[in-house]
Nanobody, 126 residues
Framework: QVQLVESGGGLVQAGGSLRLSCAAS????????MGWFRQAPGKERDFVAA????????YYTNAVKGRFTISRDNPKNTVYLQMNSLKPEDTAVYYC???????????????????WGQGTQVTISS
């Protein structure tokens, strides 16, 4: 069992930056991926980024490539999502998630993740 607690959401103007944090209750196993998803009102929960906890390999959805960076801090059992050049369409509740995954590629679907945080609101004003 892994508990995840997100922080760092808020309201910023378009073009601004935010850094989200996700603290895990214990160190994820090496076969874990940590991911960020987002859900806008009336829409599905969409994949944003993921990181392999062991190798630190990063994966992004096309909409955020070059603007968002996922990273992890092993001693703190924490994963971050640095979000730059924010746009109004980035407005959503952002969720941190953990997946035990040993398949091909990386987990990008919500049902591949077993553990979820409570979510943090990110609002970008135009």
């Amino acid at each position: 069992q892994v508990q995840l607690v997100e922080s760092g959401g808020g309201l910023v103007q378009a073009g601004g930056s935010l850094r989200l944090s996700c603290a895990a209750s214990r160190r994820p196993f090496s076969t874990y991926y940590m991911g960020w998803f987002r859900q806008a009102p009336g829409k599905e929960r969409d994949f944003v980024a993921a990181i392999n906890w062991n190798t630190a390999s990063e994966y992004y959805t096309n909409a955020v490539k070059g603007r968002f960076t996922i990273s992890r801090d092993n001693p703190k059992n924490t994963v971050y999502l640095q979000m730059n050049s924010l746009k109004p369409e980035d407005t959503a509740v952002y969720y941190c998630a953990a997946a035990y995954y040993i398949g091909v590629g990386y987990p990008s679907r919500a049902n591949e993740y077993a553990y979820w945080g409570q979510g943090t609101q990110v609002t970008i004003s135009s």
